[in-house]
């Protein structure tokens, strides 16, 4: 069994010689891999936000199916809450299916969360309502909502997780965003369906169909759609980056103690080593999430409530309303990812916190003149800033943790803070509503997270155009990869002290007697040459220690 290169623990004290990196080890990423890859991620995004945009547009009428406890406010406030409680479990899905991910492979875990959602969805569909059941009808629905949080503790984690690992470095913030056109391009089409639902059954079978059986319609969608997102996800291949890990792995479990195998950078970490090791890197994604969350799901989940409760719009009104700036920002989206690649991933997030902070107040009070196409634009100037905290995010969040604790980092940090923050906005921003009388409070709720998100990111590493941490360089051509391998020694962006390089016993015993040896002829720092070769006259793909 191949032996680990040990560039953090030299022999003998001596100082560590970067391993080399060679063009076998550069991932040359297929463009039809790529597509099949990514396009059975986003068919998952797109059947989890299609829930959320089925379930938000239709609070108002759900309040009076499954609760109707006589008081108006106190129904929306409960229904808000079924949502909130699937965002509880969340983390628990994290905390179970995030370290799985990262045991038995991204794409078997990503399967069956895509299976259980859609599952959860479409038993919504057919659940009795508090005319049939009476309070029973409640709590069948918050227990599918937790089916559902718990599988969605899994999801997005994943997906990102995913997406990124298999995207080239150059172009991973604009690839990996794609992930997100799906999300939104998912609350498009829930919001879509109850809109076109709502105008069917009331124009061919009269105004109170849609709340006597029409509701159930956009949530039985699920079913098709369910189908077809599995069938992606079936045909997904295992990403390059996990598959190179495993015989690193394997190495670090054979060739040192278990309590320095405990805080390698390739060593597989449960819930407590990853909050041990990585602890300042998931308070960063944590305050992200967050900024991004509380923004994008008041946009989308909580709108629908807010323009019902505000303003009297009905689904209908609330969808066709909204629906034009998910769409706008289904392409803002991509392009804030590709400014990430190019100018770096946190001057994309800066320039959000910086929105945030400065249009959320001018965007409500121009809400609050009611008019249809004002409301519209307001939307637009909501989604400026959330388009720039997503646009980078699927590429940034899990480029902050390495490879092998990858998935169970993004779900500990994705989900605890959209539990905490993104999930509770809508039941938080109307209850604030309720106690103040003020209706800018949502304004202020985002705000808050958006200055604390810009906080976060000033110490943030900047992973733009780099390999992942703990991953081999990933690009899209083999010229591109004998490039790289040729000039690594003068590039700043690589660091093969990162990379599961392995280093067979042999040569591994050469080195470590080479060390031994003062003045031995490995080259060090000071002596490498810069340029196309390593050492003096050497081939950089030469070499490896």
């Given at each position: ?23 076998d080890d550069v991932l040359v990423v297929k463009t039809s891999k790529m597509r099949t890859a990514i396009g059975g991620t986003v068919v998952g995004n797109i059947m989890e936000w299609f829930d959320f945009g089925v379930y938000g547009y239709m609070t108002l009428m759900l309040s009076q199916l499954f609760f109707n406890t006589g008081s108006e406010a106190l129904d929306n406030i409960l229904t808000l809450l079924g949502f909130a409680v699937s965002f ?458």
């Amino acid at each position: 069994m191949p032996a680990s290169r040990r560039p953090g623990r030299p022999p003998r004290g001596r100082k560590p010689v970067e391993p080399r990196l060679e063009v076998d080890d550069v991932l040359v990423v297929k463009t039809s891999k790529m597509r099949t890859a990514i396009g059975g991620t986003v068919v998952g995004n797109i059947m989890e936000w299609f829930d959320f945009g089925v379930y938000g547009y239709m609070t108002l009428m759900l309040s009076q199916l499954f609760f109707n406890t006589g008081s108006e406010a106190l129904d929306n406030i409960l229904t808000l809450l079924g949502f909130a409680v699937s965002f509880l479990v969340r983390p628990l899905g994290g905390l179970v299916l995030g370290p799985l991910g990262d045991k038995i492979g991204r794409q078997k875990v990503l399967f069956f969360t895509m299976a259980m959602m859609a599952l959860a969805t479409a038993l919504i569909g057919v659940l009795p309502t508090v005319a049939d059941i009476g309070v029973w009808a409640a709590f069948l629905l918050y227990a599918l909502k937790l089916l559902q949080g718990f599988s969605t503790g899994g999801e997005y984690a994943g997906a990102t997780t995913y997406v990124s690992e298999y995207s080239p470095d150059r172009k991973r913030g604009f690839y990996a965003s794609m992930l997100d056109v799906g999300s939104y391009l998912g609350f498009a089409l829930g919001a879509g369906s109850v809109a076109l639902t709502h105008l069917i059954t009331s124009q061919v079978w009269g105004p109170d169909t849609m709340e006597q059986w029409g509701w159930r319609v956009p949530f039985l969608l699920a079913i098709p759609l369910g189908a077809v997102a599995i069938w992606f996800r079936a045909r997904i291949p295992e990403t390059p980056a996990f598959e190179a890990t495993e015989a690193e792995q394997e190495a670090e479990a054979n060739g040192a103690s278990a309590s320095e195998d405990a805080g390698s950078l390739h060593a597989r970490k449960g819930p407590f080593g990853i909050i041990r090791y990585h602890w300042r890197e998931l308070l960063i994604a944590v305050a992200i999430v967050a900024a991004t969350n509380t923004a994008g799901y008041a946009l989308t989940s909580y709108m629908p409530t807010y323009l019902g409760t505000q303003f009297g719009y009905n689904e209908m009104t609330s969808a066709a309303t909204t629906i034009p700036a998910l769409l706008i920002l289904c392409v803002m989206i991509p392009i804030a990812g590709k400014a990430s690649d190019r100018f770096g991933r946190r001057a994309v997030y800066f320039a959000g916190s910086l929105a945030s902070i400065l249009l959320m107040l001018p965007a409500f009070w121009l809400m609050h003149q009611s008019a249809f196409l004002e409301i519209q634009v307001a939307m637009v100037i909501v989604a400026m800033p959330v388009a720039m905290f997503i646009g980078p995010s699927a590429a940034a969040l899990p480029a902050l943790f390495p490879t092998a604790a990858r998935y169970g980092a993004m779900g500990i940090a994705y989900n605890i803070s959209v539990s905490l923050f993104g999930g509770t906005t809508p039941v938080v921003s109307q209850t604030l509503i309720e106690w103040t009388g003020n209706s800018y409070m949502p304004a202020l709720w985002i705000m808050f997270f958006g200055l604390l998100a810009g906080i976060a990111v000033i110490f943030m590493r900047e992973s733009a155009k780099r390999p992942l941490l703990g991953s081999f360089p990933s690009v899209e051509t083999e010229q591109e990869a004998r490039e790289l391998v040729a000039h690594q020694d003068s590039n700043p962006l690589l660091n093969t002290s990162e990379m599961p390089i392995v280093v067979d016993p042999e040569m591994e015993a050469e080195i470590e007697d080479a060390l031994d040896v003062p003045g031995a002829g490995l080259p060090s720092d000071g002596d490498r040459g810069v340029g196309e070769g390593g050492g003096a006259g050497s081939d950089p793909a030469d070499v490896r220690s």
